[in-house]
């Protein structure tokens, strides 16, 4: 049996720290959110497709950049379908791939909640921390999400 390689102090701080961090600004941001009908989750699924050509995105693509299995992200997607915030369609070169897109109704309800949410984000988040502190956590997002995605892929191999 191996032992357990336990956190130093600062680490548990630090750990727990952003632990909490996350979860209390997820709860903040999703109070936000709700006002428009949207959970969090729905928001980081409008706001991924946003961000594309056409406003559309393979469910296997949007699925590893916001790190949910695919039964997870199709689940969800299928929901916001019947809402009529997105929809799906086929991939014409891969008969198994599917589309998700970004439907008029989801770009209305997007556009009415961005700028509360991004108010929320900065009055709750940024506003707290200086430019040095800033550029260290994109630094410190870069490294670890590097090493997900690097670990993810010996996986698959």
Same mark, same amino acid.
């Given at each position: 049996m191996a032992t357990a390689n336990w956190l130093t102090p600062e680490q548990l701080r630090a750990w727990k720290g952003l632990s909490l961090m996350h979860l209390q600004l997820q709860a903040r941001l999703s109070r936000g959110l709700a006002h428009h009908d949207l959970s969090y989750q729905d928001y980081l699924v409008l706001a991924s497709l946003s961000d594309q050509p056409g406003g559309r995105r393979r469910v296997v693509e949007m699925s590893e950049e916001l790190g949910w $299995?695919?039964?997870r992200l199709s689940h969800h997607i299928t929901r916001m379908c019947r809402r009529g915030l997105v929809r799906k369609e086929p991939c014409p070169s891969d008969q198994r791939g599917t589309f998700v897109v970004l439907s @008029? @109704?989801?770009? $209305?309800?997007?556009?009415l909640a961005a700028p509360g949410h991004v108010s929320d984000v900065q009055r709750y988040f940024f506003d707290q921390l200086s430019r040095e502190q800033v550029a260290v956590l994109s630094s410190i997002a870069d490294g670890v999400l590097a090493r997900l995605t690097t670990d993810a892929a010996s996986r698959e191999d």
């Amino acid at each position: 049996m191996a032992t357990a390689n336990w956190l130093t102090p600062e680490q548990l701080r630090a750990w727990k720290g952003l632990s909490l961090m996350h979860l209390q600004l997820q709860a903040r941001l999703s109070r936000g959110l709700a006002h428009h009908d949207l959970s969090y989750q729905d928001y980081l699924v409008l706001a991924s497709l946003s961000d594309q050509p056409g406003g559309r995105r393979r469910v296997v693509e949007m699925s590893e950049e916001l790190g949910w $299995e695919k039964s997870r992200l199709s689940h969800h997607i299928t929901r916001m379908c019947r809402r009529g915030l997105v929809r799906k369609e086929p991939c014409p070169s891969d008969q198994r791939g599917t589309f998700v897109v970004l439907s @008029a @109704a989801g770009r $209305e309800v997007l556009d009415l909640a961005a700028p509360g949410h991004v108010s929320d984000v900065q009055r709750y988040f940024f506003d707290q921390l200086s430019r040095e502190q800033v550029a260290v956590l994109s630094s410190i997002a870069d490294g670890v999400l590097a090493r997900l995605t690097t670990d993810a892929a010996s996986r698959e191999d």
